[in-house]
């Protein structure tokens, strides 16, 4: 599916209930704005950018088939910090354009046995890593958690890796990046690597990034992995013993 990158901006209070953007063209140049209703439907087109620099910026990528998915940027993620968002601890100096980073806490965890079961609970051991860094193997899935705690309202929270520790192979998760409303903990992170890495504790070694939700919403109330306190292993189990 082909995506067009937008930017939504609010101008005043008066037009908070429509989206205010504008679409960049192939030469980079401001194509024009448009207002949208609640339905997606635009009613008018300006052609100057001489408000751009009001309001606050968010990021949104618009699809074809008219989906919305609006990011939060740098400046309102501190605004809302405290509030509908929770990162503790906090550091200004993390924030980004349109994201923050999280760092790598000390401790990893690995599977005993080569072979998994879906059904059954797999057993784990810990590792911590020394302050020389620790080498990571490929091959092997290496569970970690960040340092920080993160709670969040009102928006869906999701986490990638830095293009910086990409650059190096390194990846920080297999599938579980996308958040839920609602969630609250540390972020266990499924660090796996295409080469031998030395890693360490306390690098910024992934982002977290906000997508406003549209509707009436349940808040994220798992048994399983809400208000976790350390690295988790897989609670597939768990669903197969509801199952039964």
């Known amino acids: 599916m082909k995506f067009n990158m937008y ?9 908070q209930s429509f989206r205010i953007f504008y679409k960049k063209s192939s030469s980079d140049r401001i194509y024009g704005l448009w207002v949208m209703d609640d339905y997606h439907r635009p009613f008018f087109v300006y052609k100057s950018a001489r408000y751009l620099t009001r309001g606050k910026w968010l990021f949104m990528m618009y699809t074809r088939k008219g989906m919305i998915l609006m990011i939060l940027s740098g400046r309102t993620i501190k605004e809302c910090m405290g509030k509908e968002i929770i990162i503790e601890p906090f550091n200004e100096k ?6 923050y980073n999280l760092t790598l806490h000390n401790e990893l965890m690995v599977y005993e046995n080569h072979e998994l079961d879906m059904k059954k609970p797999n057993t784990t051991k810990t ?23 993160t709670a969040t309202e ?12 990409g650059r190096l192979g390194l990846f920080i998760h297999v599938c579980a990046g996308f958040g839920d409303v609602g969630f609250k903990g540390y972020w266990t992170l499924e660090i796996h690597c295409i080469q031998p890495i030395r890693v360490y504790a306390g690098v910024e070694i992934c982002q977290i990034y906000y997508h406003a939700i ?25 669903d197969w013993e509801v199952l039964s």
């Open 154 to 165: 009102k928006y869906v929270p999701m986490l990638e890796g830095r293009s910086s520790i």
């Open 214 to 238: 549209e509707g009436a919403y349940d808040p994220y109330i798992s048994g399983k992995y809400q208000n976790n306190t350390g690295i988790q292993p897989s609670l597939l189990y768990k």
């Open 94 to 99: 993390a924030i980004n354009p349109n994201s």
């Open 7 to 15: 930017i939504i901006i609010k101008l005043s209070r008066k037009i």
């Open 127 to 149: 590792i911590t890593i020394p302050e020389e860094g620790l080498l990571l193997e490929p091959g092997t899935l290496y569970l970690g958690r960040t340092r920080e705690y």
